[in-house]
């Protein structure tokens, strides 16, 4: 059994990666931990809460707030105009039963300390509940089994900056301290998940072909993806599809053989001034920077990735 910790800002995307994961048998979601985003911290709980409820995975899973604020204090605006007000595409899904707790940073390091090598962290949002863990508890870097991001881009244009991606820029010095602590990290970035697209034939497929228990997630699917489809059409041009951010990078963590590695060592730029604030830098000179190498997925089977979303529910 695979053991999980997602962190997420639970927007349309963050979502269906969730739904994902829920299904896998073979996977333990740990916790589900919030952070800002795609929407406050606490309505990405709520809307983790709903996803659990939705998906009925049969076990328990603990939901933690976590913060509302980048690593120096700053209240950032929420995508909305990406995500709807209330992050999942403003579909309207019942109240969850389940309350979310308090507090995703602790929550994060006791169930690291209490599974030591074992919990990979599958984070889909800012690294902020990441960065104030290791503030709080640093040796949990080489407790933790692995680290798995959307985030960042390294040959792809940014889409929140030139060469910045939201994740990764939205908390740029968590980001920074995050990957240059030493984790056993994979980054999955928009040179992959710009391109790995879920079309309007793949939800007809998973409307017509969902199994009798999952018929209420397909519907749920479709609907929120008409704020997803809408705002990629609007931004990017793109004609009934969206790409797959974050159900890429679960959806990596949970099958690595869809994608190839490569390893360089990585740092973010933190300069507010520089055009390239918030940049992922992968350093991939003959004798790069001291820091900690990074596994870049710049590489992955893409349609075999959507199939394998598809699929877990037909
Ligand atoms: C990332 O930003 C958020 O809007 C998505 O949920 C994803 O995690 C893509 O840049
Ligand atoms: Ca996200």
Do not use: W
Not at 86 to 107: F, K, R, S, T, Y
Not at 204 to 225: G, P, V
């Amino acid at each position: 059994m695979k053991k999980i910790i997602i962190d997420c800002d639970t927007g349309i995307d963050d979502a269906l990666a969730l739904l994902y994961a829920l299904k896998r048998k073979d996977v333990r979601i740990m916790a589900i931990t919030s952070t800002f985003g795609n929407c406050s911290a606490l309505q990405s709980a709520i809307n983790s809460l709903k996803m659990i409820e939705l998906a009925n995975p049969g076990y328990f899973i603990p939901v933690y707030v976590g913060s509302e604020y980048t690593y120096d204090g700053k209240k950032t605006p929420y995508s909305t105009f990406v995500h709807g007000d209330n992050g999942i595409g403003d579909v309207l899904l019942p109240q969850p039963q389940n309350e979310p707790q308090q507090n995703a940073v602790d929550a994060l390091i006791d169930i690291i300390k209490e599974n030591p090598y074992e919990i990979t962290i599958v984070a889909l949002g800012r690294l902020t509940n990441i960065a104030l863990a290791l503030d709080k508890a640093p040796e949990i870097v080489h407790l933790v089994k692995q680290l798995v991001f959307m985030g960042g881009t390294i040959y792809h244009c940014g889409n929140v900056g030139p060469l910045s991606e939201a994740n990764i820029a939205g908390d740029a010095i968590s980001s920074k301290i995050v990957l240059e602590a030493g984790f056993n990290a994979i980054q999955v970035g928009l040179d992959i998940t710009q391109s790995t697209l879920l079309t309007r034939n793949d939800l007809d497929y998973l409307l017509k072909n969902a199994r009798s228990e999952n018929k209420a997630i397909a519907n749920y699917i479709n609907q929120s993806m008409v704020k997803y489809f809408q705002f990629n059409h609007e931004a990017s041009n793109m004609i009934d599809c969206c790409p797959l951010h974050d159900p890429l990078a679960m959806l990596i963590a949970l099958n690595p053989q869809l994608a190839s590695i490569s390893y360089y060592p990585c740092t973010v730029e933190t300069n507010p001034e520089s055009i390239c604030y918030g940049m992922l830098v992968a350093d991939t000179r003959e004798n790069p920077i001291q820091v900690n190498p990074i596994g870049l997925a710049l590489r992955c089977d893409k349609r075999k990735a959507v199939d394998l979303l598809i699929s877990i529910f037909c």
